[in-house]
């Protein structure tokens, strides 16, 4: 989403850094291209203005124009100026007392509300929750079958009383069940329409009056940019909003409305939606958005979605081969399937310090192939238990044979096995240097060295 955002930036940082020093002219140009970055990436222009002026004030000071990397104090500027549109909350859930505690789900037809809310059920059972999910949405037609199925995918139960069509006695139903049947949260997905009624309003404030919600989540697809913003704030102002969870994060939009959701609104936003999946939502981190915008990469996420992806005991026997030289190809295919689980290899590597620079310097502005690691994956499956094991035996006719049924060519094969190779002389170094030592740090130490 915020890959244009991110390119012109570093541009802009890039012209600073070849700058012998730097004058208010000079602040005063980079400004300029910043002030059109952000508005050509949507973020509210009001907001723009107020950001531009601190750092404007920041920038110009004395003490910057005499550092000795003043495009480095520059950057720093602008990245602690993108921090404050955020505010200071953390993403995910305030603490709450509250049990059960209510989650009321509110936002437009079309703004992903069911699947975050089955997301939801099962980030929250991630965390040793036990929620119930509920539709209210009465009106729009199989919206509460989409929910039984979607809660089912996720494995959470669904509240769901045949024959009961009345929004305000389903959510006091729910609540009823979770108290009596020892569940602690309860996600109520509402109705929406195709713009905002004073019908929706009322029968919003009906179901907030019979549940009392610790928490009001506003669900804003974050392609619709501005109109998303003026949404969010009217839902604030005729019933309450404490959070905002931004889906569709992964389109192609230009990411103006995270940028101008707290300033706009005023309320902090709680999760991010980045696909399709029922795991593709997380707790928003202001910190790691911008690394990733100024692209510092966002390593602390990259270790998150491995450890989700991955077992501590997969890990352990993996480190194992490597250290002894008994890496194989049908360990590389299963990296490769670990990285599938992580999500679009775009975003994945998207979060590694300077690729954004790398990419450019190879003329490789188009996106990452993820179809690649599937036809890579289709060779690998096309060879024998025995050739996977020892590459060695592979000879031309097995490339024939292996091109073949894996509808590649020989050439790709040739490849594969020539990169597989160099990965392994590589993983061997690496395993030798892990093994002069006698502590070798894991995923959980580097996070903790992260933070």
């Given at each position: 989403m915020f890959d244009s955002l991110s390119t012109r930036l570093q541009d802009v940082f890039r012209t600073l850094r070849g700058e012998a020093r730097l004058t208010p002219e000079t602040v005063e140009v980079a400004l300029r291209e910043i002030r059109m970055a952000l508005l050509e990436a949507d973020v509210n222009f009001k907001v723009v203005k107020v950001f531009i002026d601190r750092v404007r004030d920041r920038a110009v000071d004395q003490e910057v124009l005499r550092s000795l990397t003043p495009a480095q104090q520059v950057v720093r500027i602008v990245r602690d100026e993108m921090l404050a549109l955020f505010g200071t909350t953390e993403g995910g859930l305030p603490a709450s007392a509250a049990r059960p505690r209510v989650l009321l789900l509110l936002g437009l037809q079309g703004s992903g509300k069911t699947t975050t809310a089955?997301?939801?059920?099962?980030?929250?059972a991630k965390q040793g929750r036990h929620p119930l999910l509920v539709s209210t949405d009465v009106r729009r037609?199989?919206?509460?079958?989409?929910?039984?199925?979607?809660?089912k995918?996720?494995?959470?139960?669904?509240?769901?009383?045949?024959?009961?069509?009345?929004?305000?006695?389903?959510?006091?139903?729910?609540?009823?069940?979770?108290?009596?049947?020892?569940?602690?949260?309860?996600?109520?997905?509402?109705?929406?329409?195709?713009h905002i009624d004073d019908e929706l309003m009322d029968e919003l404030r009906a179901i907030k009056g019979a549940v009392q919600p610790a928490d009001q989540l506003f669900i804003a697809d974050a392609m619709t940019g501005q109109d998303a913003i003026k949404s969010a704030g009217e839902f604030n102002r005729r019933v309450g909003v404490t959070?905002?969870?931004?889906?569709?994060?992964?389109?192609?939009?230009?990411?103006?409305?995270a940028l101008s959701v707290v300033s706009v609104v005023g309320v902090p936003i709680?999760?991010?939606?980045?696909?399709?999946?029922?795991?593709?939502?997380?707790?928003?981190?202001?910190?790691?958005?911008?690394?990733?915008?100024?692209?510092?990469?966002?390593?602390?996420?990259?270790?998150?979605?491995?450890?989700?992806?991955?077992?501590?005991?997969?890990?352990?026997?993996l480190e194992r081969k490597i250290r002894h030289n008994e890496f194989t190809l049908e360990d590389f295919r299963d990296q490769l399937r670990t990285i599938r689980k992580m999500g679009p290899l775009e975003?994945?590597?998207?979060?590694?310090?300077?690729?954004?620079?790398?990419?450019?310097?190879?003329?490789?502005?188009?996106?990452v192939d993820d179809k690649q690691i599937l036809r890579v994956e289709a060779i690998i499956n096309s060879m024998t238990p025995k050739e996977r094991r020892n590459h060695q035996v592979?000879?031309?006719?097995?490339?024939?044979?292996?091109?073949k049924g894996s509808g590649t060519t020989v050439e790709e094969v040739n490849r594969l096995l020539k990169q597989f190779i160099q990965m392994k002389k590589m993983l061997k170094a690496v395993g030798g240097m892990a093994g002069l030592g006698k502590k070798r740090p894991n995923l959980a130490a580097l996070k903790g060295m992260l933070k």
């Open positions: 089955a997301k939801l059920g099962r980030w929250l037609p199989a919206a509460i079958e989409q929910l039984s199925i979607v809660g995918q996720a494995g959470v139960k669904v509240h769901d009383p045949a024959g009961q069509m009345d929004p305000v006695a389903r959510a006091a139903g729910a609540l009823t069940e979770a108290k009596n049947s020892g569940f602690d949260v309860v996600i109520v997905d509402t109705a929406g329409r195709l959070g905002v969870v931004l889906t569709k994060m992964d389109g192609d939009a230009r990411g103006g409305a709680a999760f991010v939606g980045s696909g399709e999946r029922l795991q593709d939502l997380e707790p928003f981190h202001p910190d790691r958005v911008v690394s990733r915008v100024l692209g510092m990469g966002d390593v602390l996420s990259l270790i998150e979605k491995a450890e989700e992806a991955v077992s501590q005991e997969d890990a352990e026997k975003q994945i590597l998207g979060m590694l310090p300077g690729m954004g620079a790398l990419k450019e310097l190879q003329g490789q502005r188009a996106q592979i000879n031309g006719s097995r490339r024939k044979r292996i091109a």
